[in-house]
Nanobody, 124 residues
Framework: QVQLVESGGGLVQAGGSLRLSCVAS????????MGWFRQVPGKQREFVAA????????YLVNSVKGRFIISRDNAKNTVYLQMNSLKPEDTAVYSC?????????????????WGQGTQVTVSS
């Protein structure tokens, strides 16, 4: 079992930055690839970013490339999502998730554990 707790969300103006953190407890964090997803009420959950267990490989959805950075610190059991140049369309609840399968980075079905999410609101 892995427990995930996100933090760092909030209200920011367009063009601003936020850094989300996701702390894991339970089973060995470094065994899992980690992902960030976001969801707006009434819409499907959307893949945002993923990082391999070692941090050597990262994946970003096209709409955030050049603006968001995903990273991890296995010593701290934490994965981060640095979000820069935020846009109103980035407004959503952001959730982190753990993937033990080593594939399907952008598919939420492939993720075993999920956090509760943190709200990010970008005002225009």
């Amino acid at each position: 079992q892995v427990q995930l707790v996100e933090s760092g969300g909030g209200l920011v103006q367009a063009g601003g930055s936020l850094r989300l953190s996701c702390v894991a407890s339970g089973r060995t964090f470094s065994l899992y690839a980690m992902g960030w997803f976001r969801q707006v009420p009434g819409k499907q959950r959307e893949f945002v970013a993923a990082i391999s267990w070692s941090g050597g490989n990262t994946y970003l959805v096209n709409s955030v490339k050049g603006r968001f950075i995903i990273s991890r610190d296995n010593a701290k059991n934490t994965v981060y999502l640095q979000m820069n140049s935020l846009k109103p369309e980035d407004t959503a609840v952001y959730s982190c998730a753990a993937n033990s399968m080593g594939s399907g980075w952008n598919n939420p079905i492939k993720y075993n554990y999920w956090g509760q999410g943190t709200q990010v609101t970008v005002s225009s």
